[in-house]
C-alpha cells in the first residue's frame, strides 16, 4: 500500500522499525501515529508470532504496529543488508531494541548507519543501558520494575513486592525514546547532523520512581509499600461506599476543610486529625474513620457530593467500564480500524488533543511483508531482482 500519512506532523520523515516485542514498537507507533512512513522490517518467515510481541492478529500486536508499512528483510544476508543500507541511505531513523551486541554483528551499529548517511538518527532501547556490567543482559519488563525499585513500593505492607497491571518499564521506556528521536531531530535542524540515542528500561523505570526517588536521594529515606494509600498526602486512597468502592484525595489543608464540610461529623475535628503531619501519624484510624461515614452512600451519591465541593475523587473502573464512560468517548480514546486478520474492530487512541494537528488510524497493524514490492521498486529494483530476492529468502 502506498505512505498514506496518518498525521501531517512527521510526514516528511522516514523511519526503519528494527523493534520487536513492546518497548521498540511502543517509540515506532508514537512516530507512525504522527505521521512519518514508518517501515516495519521482519525477518521473512512464515512464523506469525510477531517477532515476539504475540500473534499478528492478537490485540496487543494490533494495536502496536498500526500506521506502518512492512517489508521482510533479511539482515544475515549480504543482499539483505545492502537493501537495508540503500534504505538507511534515504531515512531519518533507526529503531532497534536489540540486546547491544546484537547491532554490531549485524554492521548496523551507529558508526557504519553514519558512514552511508551521516544525518541518520539510530535510536536504541536496551534492558540496562548499551554500556556497563550488565549491558549484555537481556531484559525484560517485570525485572525492571523489580531492579528498578517499583515492586517495592507496590502492593501493600507486608505482603512482598508486587508488579503493576501493565508493562510500565516498556512503555515508558518506548516513550522517552520516541522524545529522544524528536529532540535529535530538532538539534539536526541546527547541526546538520544525526546523532545516537539512547535509553534502556532500567534507565525509564528509575526516572519514573519520580518523587520516590528524590525522598531518597535528598532525604536518605527509603519508601516503602502503602498499599492503596498515597505514602506523602493523607487522607488519599481506596474507600468503601454503600455499593463498592471509590478514590478520594484530600490534599492539603485547604482540601481538607472541604472535605470535613461534607463529612459534617465533629469527630473530624479531633486534635489527631488537625494537621497533615497528624493525619499522617494517625492514618490508619482516620481511614477507618472515613469507611465508617462512606459506607453511608452509594459511590454515585458521594462523587456527587464531594466533586460539588471541589474534593478530587472518582469511581474504580474496569476496563469495560472505562471505554463506556461518555469522556473517555469524547476524548477518541477508542478509535476504530478495519484489520487484515479481524475486520471492523477497535485500536487505542492517541492520548494527545492538538488544535490544529490531528492522528488519524489510516492503516491497520501490516501483513507480513505486504508492502515490499513497492519499497522495494522505490529505491530502484525491477521485478527480475525483486524475485530473485524472493527465490533466495532475502524478502
Known amino acids: 500500500m ?8 512527521l510526514s516528511n520523515f522516514t523511519v526503519l522499525d528494527l523493534t520487536r516485542v513492546r518497548s521498540g514498537p511502543t517509540a515506532v507507533r508514537q512516530l507512525a501515529d504522527w505521521g512519518a512512513d514508518v517501515i516495519k522490517i521482519e525477518m521473512p518467515e512464515t512464523d506469525t508470532s510477531g517477532g515476539m510481541g504475540g ?3 492478537g490485540p496487543d500486536f494490533q494495536n502496536l504496529h498500526r500506521n506502518k508499512r512492512s517489508l521482510t528483510l533479511n539482515l544475515k544476508d549480504p543482499s539483505g543488508l545492502e537493501v537495508f543500507r540503500k534504505l538507511v541511505s534515504k531515512a531519518d531513523i533507526v529503531v532497534e531494541n536489540y540486546r547491544p551486541d546484537v547491532k554490531n554483528r549485524l554492521g548496523i551499529d551507529y558508526e557504519s548507519l553514519a558512514r552511508i548517511n551521516d544525518r541518520i538518527i539510530l535510536a536504541s532501547i536496551s ?6 556490567s550488565l549491558a549484555g543482559r537481556p531484559g525484560f519488563d517485570q525485572i525492571a520494575q523489580g531492579m528498578g525499585g517499583l515492586m517495592s513500593i507496590t502492593g501493600e505492607p507486608g505482603r512482598g513486592p508486587m508488579r503493576v497491571g501493565i508493562p510500565i518499564a516498556d512503555l515508558t521506556a518506548g ?6 528521536i524528536l529532540l535529535a531531530l530538532l538539534e539536526r535542524e541546527k547541526s546538520g547532523k544525526g546523532q545516537w540515542v539512547q535509553t534502556s528500561l532500567l534507565q525509564a523505570q528509575v ?9 531518597w536521594l535528598m532525604n536518605a529515606e527509603v519508601p516503602g509499600q502503602a498499599g492503596n494509600n498515597h505514602p506523602t498526602s493523607i487522607p488519599t486512597g481506596v474507600f468503601e ?3 463498592g468502592f471509590m478514590n478520594i484525595a484530600i490534599t492539603g489543608g485547604a482540601i481538607w476543610e472541604r472535605f470535613k464540610k461534607v463529612m459534617d461529623s465533629p469527630e473530624f475535628e479531633h486534635e489527631d486529625y ?5 493525619r499522617s501519624d494517625n492514618r490508619d484510624a482516620l481511614n477507618a474513620l472515613i469507611n465508617t461515614h462512606m459506607r453511608e452512600k452509594t459511590t454515585a451519591e458521594w462523587i456527587e457530593v464531594l466533586s460539588e465541593a471541589g474534593c478530587p475523587c472518582g469511581e474504580i473502573n474496569n476496563i469495560k467500564e472505562v471505554f463506556e464512560l461518555d469522556q473517555v468517548q469524547e476524548l477518541g480514546l477508542a478509535r476504530d480500524v478495519t484489520s487484515h486478520e479481524r475486520g471492523q474492530t477497535q485500536i487505542v487512541g492517541q492520548p494527545i488533543t492538538m488544535n490544529r494537528s490531528r492522528s488519524e488510524i489510516v492503516k491497520p497493524s501490516p501483513l507480513l511483508g505486504q508492502d515490499a514490492e513497492e519499497i522495494l521498486k522505490d529505491l530502484g529494483y525491477g521485478d527480475e531482482e525483486i524475485s530473485a530476492f524472493r527465490e533466495k529468502s532475502v524478502i
Open 2 to 9: 502506498p505512505f498514506e500519512p496518518a498525521s501531517d506532523i
Open 55 to 57: 500473534p499478528r492478529q
Open 127 to 132: 534492558g540496562f543501558g548499551q554500556s556497563g
Open 175 to 180: 516513550l522517552f525514546c520516541s522524545q529522544a
Open 207 to 215: 526516572f519514573m520512581l519520580d518523587f520516590q526517588a528524590a525522598r
Open 241 to 243: 461506599t454503600k455499593d
Open 274 to 278: 488537625s494537621t497533615g503531619e497528624k
